[in-house]
C-alpha cells in the first residue's frame, strides 16, 4: 500500500509540480513515465537478489529505497533530479513484489498461499486508490513537497519496524520470540531445561538457499516460464487501461464530463480490490477441496479471463454509459477473481527460485502495460474510432485465457525445462 501511494501520488501533484517548476507538459510526461523503465528492467535483478539476501535485508533496503527516492523529488528544482529520483524509485519499487512472492513461499503452505497473494493484489489496489485520494488534500493543505517528504517518512519508519520484527522463516521467527522470553526472565540461566518443554525448532533450509546461484537456462527454456509470462503480458496491458486511456475513452466514446469520467473510471478500479480479495479465497478453497492445481489455478484463471471478455465485448454494444461501465466493471471483478492465480503460480511453480520467476513474470507484465499505453494512440490512427479500443481490450483477456490454457501447472518450470538444471531437485504436486 505504501509503495502504490508513493507510486501514483505523482499524477495528482503533477499539475502543481509543472507550474511551480515550470515544466512542459511533456516534460512531466517523462518524468511520470520513465518510473516504468526501470521498474519493468529491475524486475529480474532485483528478484534473484531478494532469493539470495532473503526477504528480511531485502523487503526493508526496497522500502526504504523508494521512500528516500520519492522524498528526493521534494528537494527538485527542476525536472532533472526529478527523473532521477523517479529512476531510482522504479528499481527499488522493483524488487518488493518478487522478495514479497518468496515471503509467501516461505511461510505458507502449498494450500493456502493465493490469499496471501489475493490481499498482496488487493493491496496495491487500494494503495493506489488511498494515494489518489489523499494527496489531493495534502497538495493543497500542506504542499506537495512537503507530501513527498511525509510519504517517505512514512516508508522507512515502516522499514525498520519491518526489520526489528520479521524474520525470513517461521522457525526464525519463534526463536527470537523464546530468545526474548528468555532475556525477559529472571535467573533463567539456573533453572535447566524439563523434558516436557519444547526447544527451539531447528533454522529450515531456507537459510542454505541464501546464496544459491540462480539457473538462468533452466528457468527460461521452460515453456511453464512463457506462458505464466504471456499470459501476465496480457493481463497487465489490459488492467492498465484503467489506470490510462478508460477517463478519455468514456469522454470521447460516451461524451461525459471529465468530473463524470473521473468517477465512473473509479468503478472497475474498486472492483479489481474486491476480484482480488475474493479470488485468493475462492483459489485456495478449490485446491483444498479438490486436491488439482489445474483446476484452482489454471482452469479458474482461464474462467475468469474469459468470462471478463466476453462482458467487456458485450459493452461494446451498450450505448448508456453507467450501463457500460457497470457491466466492464463487473469483467475487472471476473478478471480480478484470476489475478492471484498468476501471482501464485509463480510460488507454486518456482521452487527455490520464486523471486526469479516472479521477476521475470512482472516485468513482461509492465512491459505489456507499456505497450498498451504507447501503443492506443497508434491503434486509434490505424481504426480511427475509441470503440475499437474497447475490443482490443476484451482481445488481450481472451489472449490472456489462451495462454493460461497452454500452463501445465503440476510440478515446477524446472521439471519442463528445455535445459533442465542438475542441481535443482524436482518438485512434485500437493496433495
Known sequence: MIAYICRNSLGVAESTIREELGLSEKGMGAVMGIFFLTYALGQIPTGALGTRWGSRKSIP?????????????????????????????????????PCCTNTISTWFSSKLRAVPTGCLGASMSLGGAVGVSITGFLVVGIGWRATFAAYSVLGL?????????????????????????????EDQSQHPVHSGEVSDPPVTSVDSQLGEPTPWLAIYSSPATWWICAQQFCRAAGQIFFGSWFATYLQQTHEVTVERSGILNSLPMFTLVAGSLSGGVISDGLLALTGSRSIARKWLAAGCMALCAGLV??????????????????????????????????????????????????????????????????????TGNWASVLLLFGCLYVGAGLFWLLLRPEGDIFGQSLIPAEDVPLQSSPR
Open 157 to 185: 519508519a515502516w522499514a525498520i519496524g519491518f526489520y526489528w520484527w520479521f524474520r525470513d522463516t517461521p522457525a526464525q521467527f519463534l526463536a527470537k520470540r523464546r530468545a526474548s522470553h528468555r532475556a525477559a526472565t
Open 313 to 382: 465485448f458485450g459493452a461494446y454494444f451498450v450505448q448508456q454509459p453507467v450501463i457500460a461501465v457497470l457491466i466492464i466493471s463487473v469483467g475487472s471483478f471476473c478478471a480480478a477473481v484470476g489475478g492471484p492465480c498468476a501471482y501464485t503460480i509463480t510460488i507454486d511453480m518456482g521452487g527455490r527460485h520464486v523471486g526469479t520467476l516472479f521477476g521475470t513474470m512482472n516485468m513482461i507484465g509492465n512491459l505489456g502495460a507499456l505497450a498498451f499505453v504507447f501503443g492506443v494512440p497508434w491503434f486509434l490512427e490505424q
Open 61 to 97: 533496503l526496497c522500502a526504504a529505497g523508494l521512500s528516500l527516492t520519492t522524498g528526493l523529488m521534494s528537494l527538485a528544482s527542476g525536472m532533472g533530479l526529478l527523473i532521477i529520483a523517479r529512476l531510482a524509485n522504479g528499481v527499488f519499487q522493483a524488487g518488493l513484489f
